[in-house]
């Protein structure tokens, strides 16, 4: 139980170019999501919190008009880069936490591979 | 500024032995401390968590302690074997909060 899928895995677009990235809680109902991104041989960084039919919460420094979230159901929240740019290249993992679950325990995405061109 | 550290940040040992991670922390109110682990160019799996009440979690040859005064968790790995070699990141959540502050991780090679 508890699986959570991104789609796509790797995405190469060209500079100028938007891209959307999903992720899913597979077999649970999730009423928060989060997107991180990871730079090599960094660690995660939080950007962004989303919450189920609100608009998410962005990290100091994450511009919300260049990272945009929807989070439509409870099982589902987008991420589009807009207007990308090679130094948006990365690593983006969305985890999510169980509803109503007391540990707070999150469960993470395969992560997305995005190259800007 | 919530901190996380990870020591050592690469870890290279024989097929068979029993290793330890370090973490440690600044922030002595974390609710919960989770272990994961991280392949090249994959996600994270969930290893152990520790939630703030507990001293230690145990999962096949793994075994996670956390020690909230001292601000330290390790994770102790035994009878190492080369599927073990990855990177191992640590990761808290603050009272009441969903939010995970990584370290950097450890990247360990088992080798045959």
């Known amino acids: 139980g508890a699986v959570v899928s991104q789609h796509p895995s790797r995405v190469i677009c060209k500079s100028g170019t938007s891209v959307k990235i999903e992720c899913r809680s597979l077999?649970?109902?999730?009423?928060?999501m989060f997107w991180y991104r990871q730079f090599p041989k960094q660690s995660l960084m939080l950007m962004a919190t989303?919450?189920?039919?609100?608009?998410?919460?962005?990290e100091q420094g994450v511009e919300k008009d260049k990272f945009l979230i929807n989070h439509a159901s409870l099982t589902l929240s987008t991420l589009t880069v807009t207007s990308a740019h090679p130094e948006d290249s990365s690593f983006y993992i969305c985890s999510a936490s169980l509803h109503e679950h007391s540990s707070y325990e999150q469960y993470f995405g395969p992560g997305t591979r995005l190259t800007v061109t | 500024k919530q901190e996380v550290t990870q020591i050592p940040a690469a870890l290279s040992v024989p097929e068979g032995e029993n290793l330890v991670l370090n973490c440690s922390f600044t922030?002595?109110?974390?609710?919960?401390l989770q272990w994961f682990r991280q392949d090249p160019g994959k996600g994270l799996t969930s290893l152990l968590l520790?939630?703030?009440?507990?001293r230690e979690q145990t999962s096949g040859r793994l075994n996670a302690s956390l020690d909230k005064s001292s601000g330290r968790s390790t994770l102790y790995i035994a009878a190492s074997q080369p599927g073990d070699s990855a990177t191992y990141l640590c990761?808290?959540?603050?009272?009441?909060?969903?939010?995970?502050?990584f370290g950097k991780g450890t990247k360990l090679s088992v080798i045959p």
């Open positions: 990761a808290h959540s603050g009272a009441g909060s969903y939010q995970l502050t």
């Open positions: 922030d002595s109110a974390i609710y919960n």
């Open positions: 989303s919450n189920e039919g609100s608009k998410a919460t962005y």
């Open positions: 077999d649970f109902q999730a009423t928060t």
């Open positions: 520790i939630q703030s009440s507990q």
